[in-house]
């Protein structure tokens, strides 16, 4: 694995919509502009790439125009990071334009540059890091920095901040407060507070003792679910085998797999049926342990928790859950293949290198 260099104020960072359009509609020009007013505010110059702002259809119909704005923001000397506007549901798509594309692979290794994101976009930093790319799983855009409430949430705006830093090791620590997902995202919830919940269980060790490490590796269980099986998108099982957009049980091997749901907060069945679908390939059984992110909304915690458990008993998996990342409120950001300490005994996770190239500073 590379990695690219941390950002630095006044660097140039690219936005893109590489899964749904929604930066590009009507209905959402106050969180494209927060968000934008929020990047400046970081001494950051944001660059809204040509197609990002498109909107839904228009970026439904062309999957090759998102791909031709990654593209461009790997090409451009100028971009530092990539941003990402919000997840969606058919990434995959996009493998073709980009995977089949010489100029684009020696771009991604002759440019690296910080990509963050969450959600669909796991399918994005699976394509990265089969180029051996680390990416961040992390805030994108809409999510994070358009927050609708007067400020960013303070433990985002950390999670941000580390992408200013490269310390040689970080501990990912439980933010001591929890949020609600909006009901509402218009213009009238522009500066009011989300609703918060103080964090009552921390991480949770659901199986094992003593210390665990291995190289990071997950994302969203939906998205994973889907390149194995995806009603919705009938060729997408078809496109993860032609372009390997799953990694293997041998990738596995070894790793730290982190995963969480997304929004649509699969029901206990779903969850066990996605689960079962890793573990017939290999996957579950190929790892050294397991981390779950907090379920949106804390909605299916106790029985997401207890299925896990139940699905890898007969593997003696170590696990941990209710992790910072993901689709629930706030969020950290989990490095692609960067090396990462899950210490069962005391409930902490350190990732126990620098996530950036160059000099380890604070």
Known sequence: MFKPAPLHPGDHVAVVSLSAGTLGEPFAAHELKRGLQRLRALDLVPVCMPNSLKGVAYLAAHPEARAADLKQAFLDPSITGIICAIGGIETYRLAP??????????????????????????????????????????????????????????????????????????AITSSPVWYQERQDFSADALDTPRISH??????????????????????????????????????????????????????????????????????????????????????????????????????????????????????????????????AYPRTALPYGVTAQLDLDHATLTVTEPYFVGPVFD
């Open 97 to 170: 334009y980009l995977l089949d594309d010489p100029e684009f692979v020696a771009a991604v290794r002759q440019h690296p540059k910080l990509f963050t994101g969450f959600s669909d976009t796991t399918v994005d930093h699976l394509m990265l890091y089969q180029l051996g790319l680390t990416t961040y799983y992390g805030p994108s855009l809409l999510n994070d920095f358009a927050e609708l409430g007067p400020e960013l949430l303070p433990y985002t705006a950390q999670t941000i901040h580390h992408y200013f830093t490269n310390p040689a090791t970080t």
């Open 198 to 327: 103080p964090e009552t269980q921390g991480y949770q060790v659901l199986r094992g003792t003593g210390v665990v490490s291995g190289p990071l590796l997950g994302g969203c269980l939906d998205s994973l679910y889907s390149l194995i099986t995806d009603t919705r998108y009938p060729d997408e099982p078809l496109v993860n085998q032609r372009y390997h957009l799953l990694p293997t049980a041998n990738d596995f091997a070894g790793k730290l797999l982190f995963l969480e749901t997304s929004e649509e907060q699969p029901t206990p069945a779903t969850y066990r049926r996605m689960l079962e679908a890793l573990k017939a390939r290999g996957i579950l059984a190929a790892v050294a342990g397991i981390l779950t992110g907090k379920p949106q909304d804390n909605h299916y915690l106790a029985d997401y928790a207890a299925i896990l458990q139940d699905v890898t008993a007969d593997l003696g998996t170590p696990l941990m859950a209710n992790l910072n990342f993901g689709h």
